[in-house]
């Protein structure tokens, strides 16, 4: 993005940046894509003078005058650091709203500068928080990758101290992860209580909804597209196919459509967007155009369809969509485009079988980090945290118990810090324990331990998609 001098450059509302004691953290507030970056000294003062009051001129010319009194970065450094911010996405803007930030106190946006200590790699504090309030669900999916064994269940008025601690440390990324909220008594009392706290969150459920039950949702703007991107409380219903018969064997519940159907229409009449999410199987390979031609009148614009995957609690090859489905499903998205042209679909494009899976190496280098235990966590029903949903809720993946240490006791333990940092020699006889990029692939960007112990039964193992993998798993997971 290229300023003239006049313009008034502000930090749009979909980004946050916070004042984490000793640095500054830049991040997008977004439940969908997870963007966290720790800055320079200078750069955590710069970007205070995006506050939209501003003009370009007077930032450039205040920023030298920073420069000049600390023997800072050159004149021309400016203009690429913000550069380098403006490719992040949707970063600045020309036009309100600006950052929420910028309400708190200036004094309050000032970090430690005589201790200043740049962790480009793990947050002083999570960004982001998944609270799985329970494991139950209403159906029994015979795809699911979830774990759904007995798990004892804090109530309501002992998560709130939790959710104080968590708002307290300005973290308002607060999603519903686990099974489905619904089975929960209480699960329109919890969502009033994020919602009480400014939380971000996503539902999603296969339970039935009821108009009462929907009217709450819509008044607390769950599933609202009118508000602003950083505001967004996704609603999101999972139906696999139209066939009635087919849905309620893929789910494992009797009249699933018909069920979900409703849902849809009370969810519809509250005034509520929700989008509907199908798992597409060896079963249901074609059901996609047809779920959009049913549903996409009654006022559904939003579809999600993802691949079965391999799960580490129950897997069944046999599930799997073969190299011809996963081709037809290309052409499928084209027609759907093609009849609903404003239609959101995303349709995921995954034409790989059996065999080796590896990515190029230059590919490997550029995956994303993994965000576990280095700007997220996951607590369990019963307070038990782990750094990502699909490990088992076992002593040998969690890291602690919020109910016993609080929310920043847990992301400050040693626990924690041996997760993300194990010893070399725990990966003997895996293609780990030799290479020279160790350190980098473990402890900076993050092996996929859910990928390795779903395909290997251990999280000390290269990933399947690692260069170096020579264990292939059956088929690509």
């Known amino acids: 993005m290229i300023f003239s001098d006049t313009d008034r450059p502000m930090i749009s509302e979909n980004w946050r940046f916070r004042n984490d004691g000793n640095c500054t953290v830049i991040y997008l507030h977004s439940l969908k894509k997870q963007v966290a970056r720790v800055l320079s000294p200078f750069e955590s003062i710069f970007i205070l003078l995006f506050d939209g009051n501003n003009t370009w001129a007077e930032i450039k010319t205040a920023a030298q005058e920073i420069i000049n009194s600390t023997d800072g970065q050159s004149a021309g450094e400016i203009e690429q650091i913000t550069t380098e911010l403006a490719h992040l996405d949707g970063f600045f803007s020309l036009e309100g709203p600006r950052s929420p930030s910028f309400d ?252 080796p899976r590896n990515l190029a190496p230059e590919v490997w280098a550029k995956r994303p980090n993994c965000s576990g235990g280095r700007t997220k966590m996951l607590v369990k029903p019963d307070g038990a945290v782990t750094l990502c949903e699909q490990t088992p809720n076992e002593p040998a993946y969690t890291v602690g118990n919020v109910f016993e240490d609080g929310v920043m006791g847990v992301w400050n333990s040693d626990a924690i810090h041996r997760f993300n940092n194990p010893s070399r020699e725990l990966f003997q006889n895996s293609a780990c324990y030799n290479c020279t990029d160790f350190a980098r692939c473990i402890y900076v960007k993050g092996w996929c331990f859910r990928d390795s112990l779903a395909c290997y039964g251990t999280i000390y193992e290269a990933p399947p998609d690692c260069p170096h993998q020579t264990k292939m798993p059956p088929r690509a997971i």
């Open 104 to 355: 708190k106190p200036m004094e309050n946006l000032i970090p430690d500068f005589a201790n200043y200590t740049m962790t480009p790699h793990r947050m002083l504090r999570p960004i982001t928080i998944a609270i799985s309030f329970t494991n139950r669900c209403q159906c029994d999916c015979i795809y699911c990758y979830a774990e759904r064994e007995q798990c004892a269940e804090r109530s309501l008025d002992e998560w709130i101290p939790i959710l104080d601690e968590i708002a307290e440390n300005e973290i308002t990324l607060v999603d519903i992860g686990g099974a489905d909220i619904f089975c929960r008594h209480d699960a329109l009392e919890i969502m009033e209580e994020l919602d009480k706290r400014n939380f971000s969150f996503f539902v999603s459920t296969k339970s039935h909804i009821s108009p009462e039950q929907a009217q709450r949702m819509a008044d607390l703007n769950i599933g609202n597209k009118d508000v602003s991107h950083w505001a967004l409380r996704p609603m999101q219903v999972s139906l696999d196919s139209t066939d009635g018969r087919l849905a309620s064997f893929l789910t494992r519940h009797e009249n699933y459509f018909s069920k979900a159907q409703d849902t849809l229409r009370n969810l519809i009449e509250a005034g509520i967007s929700p989008r509907v999410k199908a798992v597409l199987t060896s079963h249901n390979a074609d059901a996609p155009l047809e779920l959009v031609r049913r549903l996409a009148p009654m006022g559904i614009n939003e579809f999600h369809f993802v691949q079965y995957s391999r799960g580490f609690y129950r897997h069944n090859d046999r599930l799997f969509l073969n190299l011809e489905q996963k081709k037809r499903l290309i052409s499928m998205e084209s027609q759907i485009k093609e009849e609903f042209p404003d239609i959101f679909v995303f349709m995921q494009k995954d034409v790989s079988t059996g065999g």
